[in-house]
């Protein structure tokens, strides 16, 4: 590993021990500045207090985030699971080859999905603010 790699992985991963800075003093000079860095900038930007509040209502909104998160897909879920057994309905009872309905019910039910994320993604577009 050379200086270059080091550096870089070394500040993805600073907790880390560093085998390469025993070995070579520019690295060992570099991991020392920016562990100096590192507290300076602990001291001159404490950690914010939180109040004993904060944690039950952060957990609370992620619990409506995540109902949102399955709110927002649950027409996606209702599609492929309707077309899904559309085809299969459509496999046992038609009189054709199951092997092409099954084939065509999947082109239709991926072609429906990629229409419908492209409509989804088209109104989040049009409601999302200016940045």
Do not use: K
């Not at 001159?44 to 927002?72: C, G, I, Q, T």
């Not at 649950?74 to 899904?84: A, E, K, R, W, Y």
């Amino acid at each position: 590993m050379d200086c270059e790699q080091f550096r870089e992985n070394w500040l993805d991963h600073l907790d880390e021990p560093a085998a390469h800075a025993a070995s070579c003093p520019a690295c060992a000079a570099f991991v020392a500045q920016q562990r100096a860095l590192d507290e300076r900038l602990a001291r001159a930007f404490p950690p914010p207090r939180l109040s004993a509040s904060f944690r039950p209502a952060l957990r609370r909104r992620m619990r409506r985030e995540r109902a949102r998160a399955w709110r927002d897909a649950l027409p996606d879920i209702v599609h492929l699971t309707s077309c899904g057994l559309a085809t299969l309905a459509c496999a046992v009872w038609a009189p054709v080859a199951a092997s092409t309905v099954l084939g065509l019910g999947a082109a239709v039910a991926l072609a429906g999905y990629v229409a419908l994320s492209a409509v989804r993604e088209s109104i989040n577009e049009m409601e999302a603010p200016d940045s």
